[in-house]
């Protein structure tokens, strides 16, 4: 029962905070569409990158705690599960990837793509070496 709860905790926390930053990419979107107009790279989908970069750091630290004994099985599925579950979002990811598809904006794609795989395995790796580290 002790699992559910951290686990509950965790995306509660990890929810709320992907919410926060839907907000912020919102206001400052507006801002820069307001001073500067259209550009390719104004536009939704950097809130989701940074959540899914975040709690892969995050996964990957909690990983190598876990793997020198620093942090044990309720710490480890409080962060990476909850915290990191409930932060990022494959969902939005694809309905992002669907639009870009239906758009027709291949390159938006690609960048889309190497950014969340190659930015997201980079992560996962340097949150994992800190995390048996630190």
């Not at 951290?6 to 307001?34: D, F």
């Not at 004994?69 to 409080?78: D, F, P």
């Not at 939005?92 to 795989?117: N, Q, S, Y």
């Amino acid at each position: 029962m002790t699992a559910l709860l951290v686990v509950a905790a965790g995306a509660a926390v990890g929810a709320v905070l992907r919410a926060l930053a839907e907000r912020v990419q919102a206001v400052v979107l507006a801002h820069a569409l307001a001073r500067h107009g259209e550009r390719w790279y104004l536009s939704p989908g950097w809130s989701t990158l940074a959540v899914n970069l975040v709690g892969t750091v995050l996964l990957g630290w909690a990983a190598g705690r876990y793997d020198v004994g620093a942090l044990g099985t309720t710490g480890l599925i409080a962060l990476g599960t909850g915290l990191a579950g409930g932060l990022t979002t494959f969902s939005t990811l694809g309905v992002e990837i669907v639009d870009l598809v239906r758009d027709r904006a291949r390159a938006r794609l690609a960048l889309l793509l190497a950014a969340h795989v190659v930015l997201g395995l980079a992560c996962a790796t340097i949150g994992y070496r800190l995390g048996t580290i630190v």
